[in-house]
Nanobody, 122 residues
Framework: QVQLVESGGGLVQAGGSLRLSCAAS????????MGWYRQAPGKQRELVAV???????NYADSVKGRFTISRDNTKSAVYLQMDSLKPEDTAVYYC????????????????WGQGTQVTVSS
Protein backbone atom coordinates (compact mmCIF):
# COMPACT_ATOMS: atom_id res chain seq x y z
CA GLN A 1 0.00 0.00 0.00
CA VAL A 2 1.27 3.46 -0.92
CA GLN A 3 0.96 6.45 1.36
CA LEU A 4 1.98 10.08 1.03
CA VAL A 5 3.40 11.40 4.29
CA GLU A 6 3.58 15.16 4.75
CA SER A 7 5.46 17.32 7.21
CA GLY A 8 6.49 20.89 7.76
CA GLY A 9 3.31 22.82 8.43
CA GLY A 10 2.92 25.20 11.34
CA LEU A 11 2.30 28.75 12.50
CA VAL A 12 4.32 31.61 11.07
CA GLN A 13 4.04 35.38 10.96
CA ALA A 14 3.30 37.21 7.75
CA GLY A 15 6.45 37.60 5.69
CA GLY A 16 7.93 34.42 7.09
CA SER A 17 8.80 31.12 5.44
CA LEU A 18 7.90 27.46 5.73
CA ARG A 19 9.00 24.37 3.86
CA LEU A 20 6.61 21.49 3.31
CA SER A 21 7.82 17.98 2.55
CA CYS A 22 5.99 14.95 1.22
CA ALA A 23 7.34 11.49 0.57
CA ALA A 24 5.70 8.42 -0.90
CA SER A 25 6.10 5.27 1.17
CA UNK A 26 5.39 1.71 0.09
CA UNK A 27 5.94 0.01 -3.23
CA UNK A 28 6.15 2.62 -5.97
CA UNK A 29 7.02 1.77 -9.59
CA UNK A 30 7.03 5.27 -11.00
CA UNK A 31 5.79 8.76 -10.18
CA UNK A 32 4.51 11.14 -12.79
CA UNK A 33 3.34 14.55 -11.63
CA MET A 34 3.50 15.58 -7.98
CA GLY A 35 1.89 18.63 -6.54
CA TRP A 36 0.49 20.63 -3.67
CA TYR A 37 -3.08 21.73 -3.18
CA ARG A 38 -4.64 23.74 -0.38
CA GLN A 39 -8.05 24.20 1.14
CA ALA A 40 -9.02 27.15 3.30
CA PRO A 41 -12.10 27.05 5.55
CA GLY A 42 -15.26 27.44 3.51
CA LYS A 43 -13.40 27.28 0.20
CA GLN A 44 -12.78 24.63 -2.41
CA ARG A 45 -9.48 22.82 -2.67
CA GLU A 46 -7.22 24.59 -5.16
CA LEU A 47 -3.99 23.82 -6.95
CA VAL A 48 -0.94 25.56 -5.51
CA ALA A 49 1.88 24.08 -7.58
CA VAL A 50 2.68 21.01 -9.64
CA UNK A 51 5.90 19.48 -10.98
CA UNK A 52 6.24 16.79 -13.63
CA UNK A 53 8.76 13.97 -13.56
CA UNK A 54 10.71 15.98 -16.12
CA UNK A 55 10.91 18.98 -13.81
CA UNK A 56 8.38 21.27 -15.49
CA UNK A 57 6.47 23.38 -12.99
CA ASN A 58 3.22 25.27 -12.83
CA TYR A 59 2.00 27.61 -10.10
CA ALA A 60 -1.21 29.29 -9.09
CA ASP A 61 -1.05 33.00 -9.89
CA SER A 62 -1.47 33.82 -6.20
CA VAL A 63 1.82 32.14 -5.24
CA LYS A 64 4.03 32.85 -8.24
CA GLY A 65 7.31 34.39 -7.19
CA ARG A 66 6.82 33.38 -3.55
CA PHE A 67 6.55 29.58 -3.59
CA THR A 68 8.94 27.08 -5.15
CA ILE A 69 8.12 23.43 -5.80
CA SER A 70 10.85 20.84 -6.20
CA ARG A 71 11.19 17.07 -6.10
CA ASP A 72 13.74 14.38 -5.37
CA ASN A 73 12.96 11.35 -7.51
CA THR A 74 15.46 9.21 -5.60
CA LYS A 75 13.37 9.73 -2.46
CA SER A 76 9.94 9.81 -4.13
CA ALA A 77 9.56 13.19 -2.48
CA VAL A 78 8.19 16.62 -3.31
CA TYR A 79 8.82 19.87 -1.47
CA LEU A 80 7.19 23.29 -1.30
CA GLN A 81 9.29 26.22 -0.19
CA MET A 82 6.94 29.01 0.85
CA ASP A 83 8.41 32.50 1.28
CA SER A 84 6.84 35.89 1.92
CA LEU A 85 3.82 34.17 3.41
CA LYS A 86 0.56 36.08 3.67
CA PRO A 87 -2.46 35.53 5.94
CA GLU A 88 -4.43 34.47 2.87
CA ASP A 89 -2.05 31.51 2.47
CA THR A 90 -3.59 30.02 5.61
CA ALA A 91 -5.05 26.62 4.72
CA VAL A 92 -4.60 22.89 4.97
CA TYR A 93 -2.02 21.88 2.39
CA TYR A 94 -2.31 18.51 0.68
CA CYS A 95 0.34 16.61 -1.22
CA UNK A 96 -0.76 14.89 -4.41
CA UNK A 97 0.93 12.31 -6.63
CA UNK A 98 0.06 10.61 -9.89
CA UNK A 99 1.91 7.33 -9.53
CA UNK A 100 2.05 3.68 -10.49
CA UNK A 101 2.34 1.16 -7.69
CA UNK A 102 5.13 -1.38 -7.71
CA UNK A 103 3.12 -4.54 -7.11
CA UNK A 104 1.29 -6.37 -9.87
CA UNK A 105 -0.99 -5.40 -11.43
CA UNK A 106 0.75 -2.06 -11.68
CA UNK A 107 -2.11 0.35 -11.35
CA UNK A 108 -1.70 4.05 -11.98
CA UNK A 109 -3.76 6.24 -9.68
CA UNK A 110 -3.85 9.54 -7.83
CA UNK A 111 -2.87 9.61 -4.17
CA TRP A 112 -3.34 12.26 -1.50
CA GLY A 113 -1.56 13.02 1.72
CA GLN A 114 -3.39 13.55 4.99
CA GLY A 115 -2.91 17.31 4.93
CA THR A 116 -0.82 19.67 7.00
CA GLN A 117 -2.02 22.93 8.51
CA VAL A 118 -0.32 26.18 7.57
CA THR A 119 -1.38 29.24 9.54
CA VAL A 120 -0.03 32.71 8.76
CA SER A 121 -0.71 35.39 11.33
CA SER A 122 -0.89 39.07 10.47
Amino acid sequence: QVQLVESGGGLVQAGGSLRLSCAASGSVFSINAMGWYRQAPGKQRELVAVITNGGSTNYADSVKGRFTISRDNTKSAVYLQMDSLKPEDTAVYYCNADLTIGVLPRIRDTYWGQGTQVTVSS
